[in-house]
C-alpha cells in the first residue's frame, strides 16, 4: 500500500459512491457542518474540564502541533497511512487518527473563539483560487 499522500486518495468508493476504507467497513458518508462540530467538541472539551482554567493560545497551537508530530512518527514507522489500528483500550491509533486529532483540537479552537470554521475555509479558498501556480516560487 502507498505510503505517501501524493495523488492516492486515503478512502476508496463503493458502488453506490459511499466511502470505504479497504478492509475496514464503511466509513460514513458525512460529517455534519463544520460550524456545528466545533460547536459540539468546544462543548464536549468543556465539559471534560480542559476548560477550567485559561488556556493559553500558545498552549492550544503546541497540542495541535504535537497531534501532527505523532502524525509524522506513524509515517517516519513505515506504517501505511490509511492503516487504523486499535491500542490498549480500544484506542484507534494511526496516521489518519493523528490527523483528526490535530482536525479536532482546530475546530476547538474555533469553537472557543465563536468562529464558523466553514465560512473561515471558504473565505480562505477563495482568495487561494486566485493565486498564481505555486505562488512565490516554492518547492514545497
Known amino acids: ?15 453506490g459512491g459511499r466511502s ?4 475496514e467497513g464503511r466509513m460514513p ?9 466545533a460547536e459540539e467538541i468546544h462543548a464536549w472539551a468543556r465539559a471534560k ?4 482554567r485559561p488556556r493559553d493560545v500558545g498552549e492550544l497551537i503546541a497540542n ?3 497531534e501532527l508530530s505523532e502524525a509524522w512518527e506513524e509515517y517516519r514507522a513505515g506504517r501505511d497511512l490509511r492503516e ?5 483500550g480500544g484506542k484507534p491509533e494511526g496516521y489518519v487518527v493523528e490527523l483528526a486529532d490535530a ?4 475546530l476547538d479552537m474555533f469553537g472557543c473563539l465563536d468562529v464558523d470554521p466553514g465560512a473561515v475555509v471558504a473565505l ?4 487561494n483560487k486566485g493565486r498564481p501556480y505555486r505562488h512565490g516560487g516554492k518547492i514545497a
Do not use: N
Open 103 to 106: 482536525l479536532i483540537r482546530l
Open 20 to 23: 470505504t476504507r479497504t478492509g
Open 29 to 37: 458518508d458525512t460529517l455534519q457542518p463544520l460550524s456545528s462540530l
Open 1 to 15: 500500500a502507498p505510503r505517501s499522500g501524493g495523488a492516492t486518495c486515503l478512502f476508496t468508493r463503493d458502488e
Open 49 to 52: 474540564g480542559w476548560y477550567d
Open 124 to 127: 480562505k479558498m477563495d482568495y
Open 84 to 88: 487504523i489500528r486499535t491500542g490498549e
Open 64 to 66: 495541535v502541533h504535537a
